[in-house]
């Protein structure tokens, strides 16, 4: 007997950051699209879209109404500053949030499930891949709120304990633009590299003005000295082109993954949206988040939250991003990091990547994490791809 079941995706289309969430709906709706056409998977989800509009308090709202009207699962939220709005909801409504962003980690709530990678799943690969290379003397932008504030915090410490040191730390309210103060001090103290944690409308402006500033000044070439993250997604270098050429990215997916299961996955979306459309993280990981939610409720015969969290805290799912297991403890999934540098043609290129999926450790609590911050070791080196 098929079940039909509510789920409710809660992301902004619209807003400072909307080009993020409009490749998470379409992510999820497609992941949607084939669990409803699957007869053996004998599970019909009925999506509604409800958009905040990049307004924090909204989502909440939103959230708190969806619970009320019978949904017991929200995928959704980009920003940390909106999932933390949200979780408190999901708890009160005994509910489940399926989060699926790179965030800084230092959470964990036993009613959200974590499909985005924590710090020791992308930053700390960055910087263990980074630092040999282009030195210890960065220059940190974020935006101004939690991801841009933690991650920040976070390579401070990664820097100080190689005995480097942060050359400056300047933050943009969301959405901002103007960047020229900015660059003009990356210009005067020229550090090794810039790691940015802006988003949306913030990225991309920063991306065009320290491209105008390489063209002008061959010292800040991105071979010289290259703008790096954990949250450039191929969303953004369709917005920005060439201004992301050179530039270094962490993340546990991208367009490019050789992989028997990625491959098969671009050949199905490339019939339902063209050909030549890059998959981006964000369309990626929403997609992997549904089809594990719709398994999980195919197996429990139910979307009871605490039934459907045992189940998918207690199984493997075969996904884009790769074998997937979430953590009982921790809620977080074991994701394998990549890095990929910006090419000429516009796309992701990876040049290294993980052995093996790495199992999150949000707090930063394990051995490998404490002795990477102390610089007794570095995390397990990713393989250069040739």
């Known amino acids: ?7 409710t995706l809660l992301f902004s289309a619209s807003g400072t950051y ?56 929200i995928v959704g939220t980009i920003t940390s500053s909106a999932r933390k709005e ?4 999901v708890e009160r409504h005994a509910a489940l949030l399926w989060y699926a962003f790179p965030y800084e980690g230092y959470e964990a709530s036993h009613h959200a499930l974590y499909f985005g990678a924590s710090p020791n799943q992308h930053l700390l690969p960055l910087f263990s891949h980074l630092l040999p290379h282009h030195g210890s003397r960065p220059f940190i932008v974020g935006s101004n709120y939690i991801w841009g504030w933690e991650i920040a915090r976070i390579a401070r ?16 309210p969301l959405g901002n633009v103007n960047c020229e103060q900015i660059i003009a001090e990356i210009r005067a103290k020229k550090p090794d590299f810039i790691l940015s944690n802006l988003v949306g409308e913030s990225l991309h402006a920063f991306l065009r003005a320290y491209h105008a500033l390489g063209l002008e000044d061959e010292d800040f070439r991105p071979e010289r000295r290259p703008v790096v993250s954990c949250n ?9 082109g060439a201004a992301a050429e050179g530039h270094l990215t962490a993340s546990a997916y991208f367009d490019g993954l050789d992989t028997a299961a ?15 459309k890059p998959i981006s993280s964000c369309f990626a990981s929403v997609y992997s988040a549904v089809h594990i939610l719709a398994q999980a409720i195919a197996e429990a015969g139910s979307d009871d939250p605490r039934i459907v969290r045992e189940i998918v805290t ?15 403890a921790t809620q977080h999934a074991d994701l394998t990091p990549h890095l990929a540098r910006v090419g000429a043609d516009g796309s992701f290129h990876i040049v290294a990547s993980g052995a093996r999926p790495v199992p999150a450790d949000p707090y930063l609590a394990g051995d490998a994490a404490r002795e990477a911050l102390a610089q007794r070791t570095r995390p397990e080196p990713l393989r250069v791809v040739k």
Do not use: C, S, W
């Open 157 to 172: 410490e990664l820097i100080e304990a190689r005995g480097g040191a942060v050359l400056g730390e300047r933050y943009l």
């Open 232 to 240: 450039l997604t191929e969303t953004d270098l369709a917005v920005v």
């Open 18 to 73: 909307a080009a993020l969430g409009r490749e998470a709906v379409a992510g999820a709706l497609a992941a949607v699209v084939e669990v409803n056409a699957d007869e053996q998977l004998r599970v019909r989800l009925t999506p509604t879209l409800l958009d905040p509009e990049g307004q924090d308090q909204r989502y909440a709202q939103l959230a708190d109404q969806a619970l009320r009207d019978g949904a017991r699962h």
């Open 86 to 89: 949200v979780i408190p909801v």
């Open 1 to 7: 007997m098929t079940g039909t079941y509510p789920i």
């Open 262 to 276: 990625n491959l098969a996955f671009r050949a199905r979306m490339a019939e339902r949206q063209g050909k030549g």
């Open 314 to 328: 207690a199984r493997h799912f075969d996904t884009p991003l790769g074998r997937i297991a979430v953590d009982p």
